[in-house]
C-alpha cells in the first residue's frame, strides 16, 4: 500500500494531462467515426471512390498506379498510395472496412494539429482542447466512410497551417524545407491544397515576415508559375477540369450560401466570435503569429468559396469544398476568447446578420444539392426533412436553430458555447452519415444483386465490359469495383463512357464479329436497349448487364433499342441484326404480344404491319437481303403510362432466319 499511494496523483496528473486527454479524443473520435460508418455499404459517389479505389488496387496487385492497365494521368495519388496495403487482404469487402477504418483514425488525427495550432496562439488548454474536439465532430467527418481523398487532405491542410506559423514565428531553413514537405504532401494528396501554401504567403507578406523566408516564398512562386503552365498545356489530368465562372450577382449570392453553409457546419454558435476573432487577428493583432494565421484563415476561406463559384458545378453548394474552413474558425474563436476585457458589441452584430441571413435564405431552396454533390450539411437536411415530413417545416427548424445557436455565442462563456457548437455540428454529421448511408444501400440494392461479387463467381477468368448506348456509369462502377475479374472496358460507337477515362472503342465486321474481344463478355447497356450474342451462352444477368461466354470470337447477333428487359417498348425505336456471314438472306422476325390491360395493339417493323388481338402472340417478319448487317426500326402502339405504370405491346428481340429464298 505504501508503494502505491504516492503514484495515485502521478496516475491522476497524466490522465487529467492533455497529451491524454487530446489521445483521448483521437481515440474516441476514431472509433465512433468506425462505427457510424458502417452504414455506409458500398461506394456511392462515382467516379470518384471508383478511380480511387483502382489505384490504389492497381499499386498493390501490379506495382503500377493504373486503372483497368491504363495510366489516368492522375496527379494527386497519395492516398492510393497510403491505401495500397489495405488491397492486398484478397478480399474487395474487407479492403473496403480497412480503409474505412484508416480514414477514421487519419482524419481524427486532425485533432492533433488543431490543438497545436491553437496553444501556439496563446489559447488556454481547456479550449484548445475543445478546439480540437470540434475540429473533428463537424459534417467533414462524413467523407471517412469513403474511399477518397478528403480524410487525410483535411487533416493534412491543417499540417499545413501549423508548420508555416512555426516558420513565421521561428524562422529557418529548417522550418522552410519541413513546411514545404508537408505542403508537397497536402498537394499530393489533393490539388487543391496547393492553395494553403500560398494563402501562407500572402500572411507572410502582409505581415511583413520576409526575412527567413526566401526559399519558401521563391518555391512558392516558381510553383505556382509553373503549374500555371503546365495546366494551360496538359490541363489537369484526369478530371479536365476549366474554370466555369458565374456572373457576378450570381456568384456573390451563391459564395454568400457557401459561407452560411460553412458557418452551419461549425455549429454556429461559435461563428459571432470567429468572424470577429478573424477581423482582430488582422486589424489589431497582439503577435505576428496572431497576424499570420489571422491572414491565412481569411485567404484560405475566400479562395475556397472562390473554388466553388469558378470549379465543378458552380450552380450549387459544393460543401466539399469547404470542409477545411471548420478548424480555421474553430481556431478564430477561441483566439477572439483569449482576449481579456472583450465586449460582445461585435458578436451581437454578427448573430444579428446570421439571423437575417437564417430568415432569408431557406436551404430548401438547396436542398437538391444534397442529391448531386457532397455536401454533408445538406446530407442533413434532407435527411431531418426525411423524418419531419416536409421542406417547409424543416427550413423553418434549421432557421430558428441557427438563429437561436447564434445568439447563445454572443455569452462570454466559451467553453459552454464551443459546447453547444460541438453538439450542433456532431448532430449534423450524424444525420449527415445517416442520409449517406441511406444512400449507399439504395446504390447497393439498385446496382447490384444480393451477390455483389456474381461476375468473379460466374466469369471463366477475366472479362471484358462491352459498353452499348446509353449504359448507366452508376452500375458500371459498381460492378467494377465489386468484381476485379472484369479487367478491360471497351465502347461501340456512340457508347457513354462509364468514367473519364478514355476506353477503346470496338470495330464490328459485317458478319457482327467484335474485333478484338475475346474470352467472357460482360454487355452492359441502357434499360432501354436489348442486345444478344451469336454462338454465345448467357451465363448470368443483373438489371442491364448480361455476362455471356462466346464460343470462339465475341459476335453480335442484334442490338434493338427502346425496348425494356420485360419486352415492353416505346413507341419507336432501332434495330439491327447481324447474319453470321457478310450478307443477309432471309427473314427478320419479331414476336408481339398484346396483354389483355392493353387491348389490340398494332406493331410495324420497317413498312409491314401487324395487328394483334388482346391476350394473343403473332409473328411479324420483313425480308433481310443484301450486305450486313440489316438495320430497321419499329413502331408501336397503344403506349400507355398511367402514373408509374407502363403499358405497351410485348415484343421479343429480333431473329434472323436465313432463307435465300426470300430474295430470290
Not at 19 to 28: F, H, Q, S, W
Not at 409 to 432: D, E, I, K
Not at 489 to 498: F, L, Y
Amino acid at each position: 500500500m505504501s508503494s502505491v499511494a504516492p503514484a495515485l496523483p502521478r496516475v491522476r496528473a497524466f490522465v487529467l494531462s492533455p497529451r491524454a486527454v487530446l489521445g483521448t479524443i483521437v481515440l474516441a473520435g476514431t472509433v465512433a467515426l468506425d462505427l457510424l460508418t458502417r452504414q455506409l455499404v458500398t461506394p456511392s459517389v462515382f467516379p470518384d471512390e471508383y478511380l480511387y479505389s483502382q489505384l490504389g488496387r492497381g499499386l498493390a496487385t501490379t506495382g503500377h498506379l493504373t486503372i483497368r492497365g491504363v495510366d489516368p494521368h492522375f496527379l494527386p495519388v497519395l492516398q492510393p498510395l497510403l491505401t495500397a496495403p489495405a488491397w492486398l487482404v484478397g478480399d474487395v469487402g474487407g479492403s473496403f472496412r480497412l480503409i474505412q477504418l484508416e480514414n477514421a483514425l487519419v482524419f481524427s488525427l486532425a485533432a492533433v494539429p488543431a490543438y497545436l495550432i491553437a496553444r501556439r496562439l496563446g489559447v488556454r488548454t481547456g479550449l484548445a482542447l475543445g478546439v480540437a474536439a470540434l475540429s473533428i465532430a463537424g459534417p467533414p467527418a462524413l467523407f471517412t466512410g469513403l474511399l477518397m481523398a478528403e480524410p487525410f487532405a483535411y487533416t493534412l491542410a491543417l499540417c499545413v497551417v501549423l508548420a508555416g506559423l512555426h516558420a513565421i514565428e521561428q524562422p529557418s531553413l529548417r522550418a522552410q524545407l519541413v513546411l514545404l514537405a508537408v505542403s508537397g504532401l497536402a498537394a499530393f494528396d489533393r490539388l487543391q491544397l496547393a492553395a494553403v501554401p500560398l494563402c501562407l504567403a500572402v500572411a507572410i507578406v502582409a505581415t511583413r515576415s520576409r526575412r527567413g523566408q526566401r526559399l519558401f516564398l521563391g518555391v512558392i512562386v516558381a510553383g505556382a508559375l509553373g503549374g500555371v503552365a503546365y495546366a494551360s498545356v496538359r490541363g489537369l489530368g484526369y478530371y479536365h477540369l476549366k474554370p466555369t465562372p458565374l456572373d457576378a450577382p450570381h456568384a456573390l449570392r451563391l459564395a454568400g450560401v457557401d459561407v452560411y453553409v460553412v458557418l452551419l457546419a461549425a455549429g454556429v454558435a461559435i461563428a459571432p466570435s470567429a468572424v470577429v476573432g478573424i477581423a482582430q487577428a488582422i486589424v489589431r493583432p497582439r503577435t505576428r503569429v496572431e497576424a499570420a494565421f489571422g491572414w491565412t484563415a481569411l485567404s484560405s476561406i475566400a479562395v475556397l468559396v472562390l473554388q466553388c463559384v469558378l470549379w465543378g458545378d458552380v450552380h450549387r453548394v459544393q460543401e466539399r469544398y469547404l470542409g477545411y474552413a471548420l478548424p480555421l474558425l474553430a481556431l478564430a474563436f477561441a483566439l477572439r476568447c483569449s482576449r481579456a476585457g472583450r465586449r460582445p458589441v461585435p458578436e451581437i452584430g454578427v448573430a444579428a446578420a446570421i439571423a437575417v441571413v437564417a430568415a432569408i435564405v431557406p436551404l430548401s431552396g438547396y436542398s437538391i444539392d444534397a442529391k448531386h454533390n457532397l455536401a454533408p450539411t445538406l446530407y442533413a437536411f434532407v435527411r431531418i426533412e426525411r423524418a419531419l415530413g416536409g421542406e417547409a417545416s424543416t427550413a423553418g427548424v434549421f432557421a430558428i436553430a441557427a438563429t437561436l445557436l447564434a445568439a447563445f455565442g454572443c455569452l462570454r462563456r466559451p467553453l459552454l458555447v464551443l459546447a453547444a457548437s460541438v453538439g450542433a455540428a456532431a448532430t449534423l454529421m450524424g444525420f449527415g452519415l445517416s442520409w449517406s448511408g441511406m444512400l449507399s444501400a439504395d446504390g447497393r440494392a439498385n446496382y447490384l444483386p444480393r451477390d455483389a461479387h456474381w461476375i468473379d463467381h460466374a466469369a471463366d477468368g477475366s472479362a471484358t465490359m462491352l459498353v452499348v448506348g446509353d449504359a448507366w456509369n452508376g452500375q458500371a462502377l459498381a460492378t467494377l469495383f465489386w468484381n476485379p475479374s472484369v479487367t478491360r472496358v471497351v465502347r461501340m460507337r456512340g457508347a457513354n463512357k462509364v468514367d473519364w477515362l478514355d476506353d477503346p472503342f470496338v470495330r464490328v465486321a459485317r458478319d457482327g464479329t467484335v474485333l478484338g474481344l475475346h474470352g467472357d463478355v460482360l454487355v452492359d447497356v441502357s434499360p432501354a436497349t436489348a442486345v444478344t450474342l451469336r454462338d454465345a451462352r448467357r451465363v448470368r444477368a443483373f438489371g442491364a448487364m448480361t455476362l455471356w461466354r462466346p464460343h470462339g470470337r465475341a459476335r453480335l447477333e442484334a442490338v434493338m433499342n427502346n425496348r425494356l428487359a420485360d419486352g415492353r417498348v416505346l413507341k419507336s425505336g432501332g434495330i439491327e441484326v447481324w447474319s453470321g456471314s457478310d450478307r443477309v438472306a432471309g427473314w427478320i422476325e419479331l414476336r408481339v404480344h398484346a396483354p389483355r390491360s392493353l387491348g389490340r395493339a398494332h406493331l410495324d417493323l420497317v413498312r409491314t404491319g401487324i395487328d394483334v388481338p388482346a391476350g394473343a402472340t403473332r409473328v411479324i417478319r420483313v425480308r433481310a437481303c443484301g450486305r450486313g448487317p440489316w438495320t430497321g426500326g419499329f413502331v408501336a402502339s397503344p403506349v400507355v403510362v398511367r402514373g408509374r405504370e407502363w403499358h405497351s405491346p410485348v415484343v421479343s428481340v429480333p431473329r434472323y432466319v436465313p432463307d435465300p429464298s426470300a430474295c430470290s
